[in-house]
C-alpha cells in the first residue's frame, strides 16, 4: 500500500488499481475511506485509479489538528499527492461530497486538472445543496418498490430532524435494490470516520462567490454526471452546478441512484470513458 506525507506530516495512503493513464480518485462520504468506490464498475479496463484515502479514514493517519478535516484544508492533501505521482497535471474524478473539494482543487490549482469527472457530486462548494424537499422528490420516484411503505415515513422523519437514521430507507440511495446494493450498503460500517465528516462542511469551508468565478474560467473540460433515481442531488441541481463551468457536459444516467457504478455498470464506465478520452 503506497503512502505520502502531507504538508503537515500526516501519512497518507492511497490505492491503485487497474492499468493506463493514471485517474486520481477522490471518494464521497463526506470522510469515507475509498473501499466502497471498488473498481467503478470496471473503470479499472480502462484506467489506472489512484484512490486516495483522505485523512483519518481508511488507511491514512489520524492528523493532530482536528479541524484539518475541513474541506478546504483537504485541498493541500490532494496537491501533495498530485507531486508525489509526479504528475505536471491530472485527471480527476469525484464522488459525491467529494466533488465539492474536487471543486476547490480545481478553483486554487487550475492548471493542474486536465479533465475533471463529478459523479453525483451535490455542490456544496457553489452554495448549492441539496434540499430535504429534493430528497423526498426523488424518494417518491420508486413508489412502486416493494419496500417504499416502511421505508418512505422513516426518510420523511430523518429528514425533519424527528427521527434517527433507519436501514429502511437506505434503498432510496440506490437506483436498484437487489443483492448487489444491499452487500455495498452493509459494507458501509466503519468505513467513515463521522467526527471527521462533521468537520468537512464547518465554518469558513467554502467561499461560493469565489470557487464560482475560479470554475467559469477553467480551462479543463468537465463532465458532471447525475443519477436519474437520486435525490443528492437530483439531475436539475446537477444541471445547475454544470452552468458554473466554461465548458462541462452534463449526463444523466437512466435508473441510476447515488452509486451509478453500481446500477449499470457498462452505461457508466462507458459514458466516464467517453468523456475521459475527450
Given at each position: 500500500?503506497?503512502?505520502?506525507?502531507?504538508?503537515?506530516?500526516?501519512?497518507?495512503?492511497?490505492?491503485?488499481?487497474?492499468?493506463?493513464?493514471?485517474?486520481?480518485?477522490?471518494?464521497?462520504?463526506?470522510?469515507?475511506?475509498?473501499?466502497?468506490?471498488?473498481?467503478?464498475?470496471?473503470?479499472?479496463?480502462?484506467?489506472?485509479?489512484?484512490?486516495?484515502?483522505?485523512?483519518?479514514?481508511?488507511?491514512?493517519?489520524?492528523?493532530?489538528?482536528?479541524?484539518?478535516?475541513?474541506?478546504?484544508?483537504?485541498?493541500?492533501?490532494?496537491?501533495?499527492?498530485r507531486a508525489?505521482?509526479?504528475?505536471?497535471?491530472?485527471?480527476?474524478?469525484?464522488?459525491?461530497?467529494?466533488?465539492?473539494?474536487?471543486?476547490?482543487?480545481?478553483?486554487?490549482?487550475?492548471?493542474?486538472?486536465?479533465?475533471?469527472?463529478l459523479?453525483?457530486?451535490?455542490?456544496?462548494?457553489?452554495?448549492?445543496?441539496?434540499?430535504a424537499?429534493?430528497?423526498?422528490?426523488?424518494?417518491?420516484?420508486?413508489?412502486?418498490?416493494?419496500?417504499?411503505?416502511?421505508?418512505?415515513p422513516?426518510?420523511?422523519?430523518?429528514l425533519?430532524?424527528?427521527?434517527?437514521?433507519?436501514?429502511?430507507?437506505?434503498?432510496f440511495?440506490?437506483?436498484?435494490?437487489?443483492?448487489?446494493?444491499?452487500?455495498?450498503?452493509?459494507?458501509?460500517?466503519?468505513?467513515?470516520?463521522?467526527?471527521a465528516?462533521?468537520?468537512?462542511f464547518?465554518?469558513?469551508?467554502f467561499?461560493?462567490?469565489?470557487?464560482?468565478?475560479?470554475l467559469?474560467?477553467?480551462p479543463?473540460?468537465?463532465?458532471?454526471?447525475?443519477?436519474?433515481?437520486?435525490?443528492?442531488?437530483?439531475p436539475?441541481?446537477?444541471?445547475r452546478?454544470?452552468?458554473?463551468?466554461?465548458?462541462?457536459?452534463?449526463?444523466?444516467?437512466?435508473?441510476?441512484?447515488?452509486?451509478p457504478?453500481?446500477?449499470?455498470?457498462?452505461?457508466?464506465?462507458?459514458?466516464?470513458?467517453?468523456?475521459?478520452?475527450?
Amino acid at each position: 500500500m503506497p503512502t505520502f506525507t502531507a504538508t503537515d506530516g500526516t501519512e497518507l495512503a492511497y490505492h491503485v488499481r487497474g492499468e493506463g493513464e493514471p485517474l486520481v480518485v477522490l471518494p464521497g462520504g463526506p470522510m469515507r475511506a475509498s473501499v466502497y468506490l471498488g473498481d467503478l464498475g470496471g473503470l479499472t479496463a480502462h484506467r489506472r485509479l489512484i484512490l486516495l484515502d483522505l485523512r483519518g479514514t481508511g488507511d491514512s493517519a489520524t492528523p493532530v489538528d482536528r479541524a484539518s478535516y475541513r474541506c478546504d484544508r483537504l485541498v493541500d492533501d490532494v496537491e501533495v499527492l498530485r507531486a508525489h505521482m509526479g504528475l505536471e497535471h491530472m485527471d480527476l474524478l469525484a464522488h459525491s461530497a467529494g466533488g465539492s473539494l474536487a471543486m476547490l482543487y480545481a478553483a486554487r490549482y487550475p492548471e493542474r486538472v486536465a479533465r475533471l469527472a463529478l459523479i453525483t457530486a451535490t455542490p456544496w462548494a457553489l452554495g448549492m445543496p441539496a434540499t430535504a424537499e429534493d430528497r423526498l422528490a426523488a424518494a417518491r420516484l420508486r413508489k412502486g418498490e416493494p419496500w417504499f411503505e416502511a421505508a418512505y415515513p422513516a426518510f420523511e422523519a430523518w429528514l425533519a430532524g424527528t427521527g434517527d437514521f433507519d436501514p429502511a430507507f437506505e434503498p432510496f440511495f440506490y437506483g436498484s435494490w437487489d443483492a448487489v446494493t444491499a452487500k455495498h450498503c452493509a459494507l458501509a460500517d466503519g468505513q467513515c470516520n463521522d467526527e471527521a465528516a462533521e468537520l468537512y462542511f464547518s465554518e469558513g469551508a467554502f467561499d461560493p462567490p469565489a470557487t464560482l468565478a475560479a470554475l467559469a474560467e477553467l480551462p479543463a473540460p468537465a463532465l458532471v454526471l447525475a443519477g436519474e433515481l437520486d435525490g443528492g442531488p437530483r439531475p436539475d441541481l446537477t444541471r445547475r452546478s454544470a452552468d458554473a463551468f466554461r465548458q462541462a457536459e452534463l449526463a444523466v444516467q437512466p435508473g441510476a441512484g447515488h452509486y451509478p457504478w453500481l446500477d449499470d455498470p457498462a452505461w457508466f464506465v462507458r459514458r466516464v470513458t467517453a468523456f475521459l478520452e475527450g
